[in-house]
């Protein structure tokens, strides 16, 4: 399907990260310039390569510290003269690393992914937002997860920013309503790659973890990257002008009530 994005330039925080890397790609195979922004520089680069590689197209790899306000500032208004403008955001940058209960939960994890999950969502959406309100089009798509919507054991400060990026996403679709700009929010389940295509039983043997949440899940298996990516796509489309506040689950039905 064309989405029309052949004159579109698509930003992705985190974008050197597995969900991140994908939607740089099928972004790409849908015709669209992009810009592969991550704090590690030589793996935005390794992206944006093999995806001017495989696609053709223009790729940027940028390096940039989202919890640094004054640096996002000068990187987007670099990107902005660069590129055709910044019209599509995707907040996909987040830490997902901390596990521990509350009553040992460490302050400066909780800190940490404060400031990079959701203040770097903030940081990098107000600079971008005024030009696409300038421009009268816009796409947000804010990263959130399962665990944000049904909270995750141990994951306090994760479940706590993505939960938050609901509440972010739907004022942006309130604010950008009336000015051409979409924002809606995409909570995926586990997606696990090339492991989603193993049965549970072989599943078992290379992660339990996975297997019990796959046992969980009505499909019976896990997601991949680019069941994701093809969502993002799609929401950054102008077949999707009418969607706007929405909270999508790429789940196999895992959030379903089922007994």
């Known amino acids: 399907m064309d989405f029309g994005l052949d004159d579109k330039t698509a930003l992705v925080t985190g974008g050197a990260g597995r969900i991140g890397s994908e939607d740089c790609r099928v972004f790409a195979q849908e015709g669209a310039e992009v810009v592969v922004l991550d ?24 390096e ?13 208004a670099a990107l902005e003269e660069e590129t055709r403008g910044i019209d ?17 939960f460490d302050d400066e994890i909780w800190d940490r992914d404060v400031s990079i999950n959701l ?28 665990a944000g919507w049904q909270g995750g054991f141990g994951q306090l400060s994760y479940s706590a920013t993505k939960a938050a990026f609901i509440g972010f996403g ?35 043997e290379v992660d339990e973890h996975f297997a019990r949440i796959a046992k969980a899940t009505p499909m019976r298996k896990l997601g991949r990257e680019e ?13 999707a002008s009418y969607i706007t506040g929405q909270v999508i689950g790429v789940t196999g039905g895992i959030d379903l009530f089922s007994f």
Do not use: F
């Open 227 to 239: 069941d994701v990516a093809h969502l993002v796509a799609y929401l950054s489309s102008e077949q």
């Open 64 to 76: 940039c510290d989202l919890t640094d306000r004054a640096e996002v500032a000068d990187t987007v």
């Open 119 to 146: 203040t770097g969502a903030y940081n990098v959406t107000r600079e971008v937002y005024p030009n696409m309100k300038d421009r009268g089009w816009g796409r947000i798509i804010n990263m959130s997860s399962m």
């Open 170 to 204: 739907k004022t942006l679709a309130l604010e950008g309503a009336q000015h051409g700009i979409t924002s809606n929010v995409v909570a995926p389940s586990i997606v696990v790659g090339a492991l989603a295509d193993l049965p549970i039983e072989q599943l078992e």
């Open 39 to 62: 704090v590690n520089a030589e793996a935005a680069e390794n992206v944006a390569g093999e995806v001017e590689a495989e696609y053709g197209g223009i790729a940027h790899a940028v």
């Open 88 to 104: 599509v955001l995707v907040n996909n940058a987040g830490m997902v690393d901390a596990r521990d209960l509350v009553e040992n």
